[in-house]
Antibody, heavy 121, light 107 residues
Framework: EVQLVESGGGLVQPGGSLRLSCTAS????????MTWVRQAPGKGLEWVAN????????YYVDSVKGRFTISRDNAKNSLFLQMNSLRAGDTAVYYC??????????????WGQGTLVTVSS | AIQMTQSPSSLSASVGDRVTISCRAS??????LSWYQQKPGKAPKILIY???TLRSGVPSRFSGSGSGTDFTLTISSLQPEDFATYYC?????????FGPGTEVEIK
């Protein structure tokens, strides 16, 4: 079964740090671009970051540049999101997903169940 | 960044109804668009990619169309399990951007 499982969420104070993990199984993780998407409580989806199979190409949404770092360990089938200088506006459920592609088209499938990050004093 | 809009933001429909959701991009994105369904407390699920290609395993009552700036998700005959929020996503250029979502409610 293809599966992604996130972990590492929790309550953190403003200005603090947190590291999210996403463990993949059931597919060849090292062959896939990966992504992080977040969803603030009661709000819509926001794309956060993408990373290429070898980690050599990375993209971020502007609001997290310089604060968040996406990385991966293909030997451990794991994706990470290091989040520093956290703000209240970063409070959200964070999802990881595999990026599929066909030609130019890309889409996110499957998704993990999400992990909640709450930034509050 | 490319702005994505969706209309309507919410709609009420009955089982068996035909439902159409629109998604518009602020610039030409060719057909680099996917559609996702999300139910409360659950992760999103892919429905359609490349604007009109149905993901394997997704019921054929779902269809997508459009290219350039205007796209449509159609549910031909709404089923009870289709009540959810639907999002479009452009992958034409970074940063990828989602539409704000369309909530489909029971009438």
């Amino acid at each position: 079964e293809v599966q992604l499982v996130e972990s590492g969420g929790g309550l953190v104070q403003p200005g603090g740090s947190l590291r999210l993990s996403c463990t993949a199984s059931g597919f060849t993780f090292s062959n896939s671009w990966m992504t992080w998407v977040r969803q603030a409580p009661g709000k819509g989806l926001e794309w956060v970051a993408n990373i290429r199979q070898d980690g050599g190409e990375i993209y971020y949404v502007d609001s997290v540049k310089g604060r968040f770092t996406i990385s991966r360990d293909n030997a451990k089938n794991s994706l990470f999101l290091q989040m520093n200088s956290l703000r209240a506006g970063d409070t959200a459920v964070y999802y990881c997903a595999s990026v599929n592609d066909y030609g130019r088209s890309e889409w996110f499938d499957p998704w993990g169940q999400g992990t909640l990050v709450t930034v509050s004093s | 960044a490319i702005q994505m809009t969706q209309s309507p933001s919410s709609l009420s429909a009955s089982v068996g109804d035909r439902v159409t959701i629109s998604c518009r991009a602020s610039q030409d994105i060719r057909n680099d668009l996917s559609w996702y369904q999300q139910k409360p407390g659950k992760a999103p699920k892919i429905l359609i990619y490349a604007a009109s290609t149905l993901r394997s395993g997704v019921p054929s009552r779902f269809s997508g169309s459009g290219s350039g700036t205007d796209f449509t998700l159609t549910i031909s005959s709404l089923q009870p399990e289709d009540f959810a929020t639907y999002y479009c996503l452009q992958d034409y250029i970074y940063p990828f951007t989602f539409g704000p979502g369309t909530e489909v409610e029971i009438k």
